[in-house]
């Protein structure tokens, strides 16, 4: 099956630099990688996603990166507010449907003012 | 417009004890899900059911069962409660596009932290 390695763990960044975060996957047959913030107490909420037919995809001050041949994907977020903290999980599946989504262990990002 | 809502929010067992974790959602989706989070280990699969009717095993399914009860609700049962068990629940829905290469977002409820003493 999928296997999903995230890092790092954990991330601290001042107020206004950019934060990245980095997946590998397993298997060259996933198409798509979503990405789920979860702030405290809260359950995780999907920020972007992106698919295998595209390499790159922003939103605001978020943009996700896709490299096949590697099989890795990441996540960066520009002029980091205090708001960004957060737990952020990549997730990657083969198939349409999201009982085959594999979701990485987590980076606890902590932006510091 | 809730989203989905999950009870309770907390909760205490000792070891053999059973429980059922509840959820309901509001968005009419077709698919649910049930996911365990532990330190250090991301989103576990425990059960999921694609519609109104089926349910299916994920990734981490033993020591729990699970209801459809209507296209609504999902449950998610613990018969017997052991330590292992200790972590927080999720429970999430989405839309399926059957066929397609659309995905459907998960969409979470905030919840349900439990610890098996």
């Known amino acids: 099956g999928e296997n999903v390695e995230q890092h790092p763990s954990t991330l601290s960044v001042q107020e206004g630099d950019s934060a990245v975060i980095k997946c590998t996957y397993s298997d060259s047959a996933s198409n798509y990688f979503p990405w789920y913030k979860q702030e405290l107490g809260k359950g995780p909420q999907l920020i972007i996603d992106i698919r295998s037919n595209v390499g790159e995809k922003k939103d605001q001050r978020i943009a996700v990166t896709l490299n096949k041949t590697a099989k890795h994907f990441s996540l960066h977020i520009t002029e980091t507010q205090p708001e960004d903290s957060a737990v952020y999980f990549c997730a990657a599946s083969w198939t349409g449907t999201a009982s085959k989504l594999t979701f990485g262990t987590g980076t606890r990002l902590q932006v510091t003012l | 417009n809730a989203g989905v809502t999950q009870t309770p929010k907390f909760q205490v067992l000792k070891t053999g004890q059973s429980m059922t974790l509840q959820c309901a959602q509001d968005m009419n989706?077709?698919?649910?899900?049930?996911?365990?989070?532990?330190?250090g280990m991301g989103l576990r699969l425990i059960y999921y059911s694609a519609s109104e009717g089926t349910t299916d095993k994920g990734e981490v399914p033993n020591g729990y069962n699970v209801s459809r009860l209507n296209k609504r609700e999902f449950s998610l049962r613990l018969e017997s409660a052991a330590p292992s068990q200790t972590s927080v629940y999720f429970c999430a829905s989405s839309e399926i596009v059957w066929g397609g290469s659309y995905n459907s977002p998960l969409h979470f409820g905030n919840g349900t932290r439990l610890t098996v003493t």
């Open chain 2, 29 to 39: 989706h077709n698919s649910m899900y049930w996911y365990r989070q532990d330190p």
